[in-house]
């Protein structure tokens, strides 16, 4: 192996390490500016996340409140209208009792039982009538 020494002392300026110098200014200030661009951009970036989301919290939180709005109103206005309308309603009319409709037909088909016997009764008695004249 070939051991050279290299020297790493300052040079002294030399119009050809002008050139040199500023690129690596020129890199140097490049790598800073994207640097700060990142971060920036991050912090915007994160800011405005933060922003959505507290918006949304808050849109959720109005929804549920307007949710239990909404069902309070209905359950005020059913019980008004119960109460407004329940006693009218009763004295409006009067109370009927069930209808009984097996009892309805029953009686019904006695009272027709009824008639068909009557109807014979007469039928039989013009017979006889007819047959003694």
Request: no cysteine.
């Amino acid at each position: 192996m070939d051991k050279r020494k290299v020297d790493v002392r300052a040079r002294p300026n030399r119009p050809e390490d002008a050139g040199s110098k500023e690129s690596l200014e020129a890199f140097f200030l490049g790598r800073a500016l994207a640097e700060m661009v990142v971060e920036q951009v991050g912090e915007v970036v994160g800011e405005t996340l933060s922003q959505v989301g507290t918006l949304v919290a808050e849109r959720d939180e109005r929804l549920v409140q307007f949710r239990k709005d909404v069902e309070e109103r209905a359950r005020e206005e059913m019980a008004r209208s119960i109460e407004v309308t329940t006693p009218v309603e009763r004295n409006s009319e009067p109370e009927r009792p069930p209808l009984d409709l097996d009892g309805a037909i029953e009686e019904l088909r006695n009272e027709i039982d009824q008639a068909r016997k009557q109807l014979e009764e007469v039928r039989a008695l013009d017979a006889k009538e007819n047959d003694g004249a």
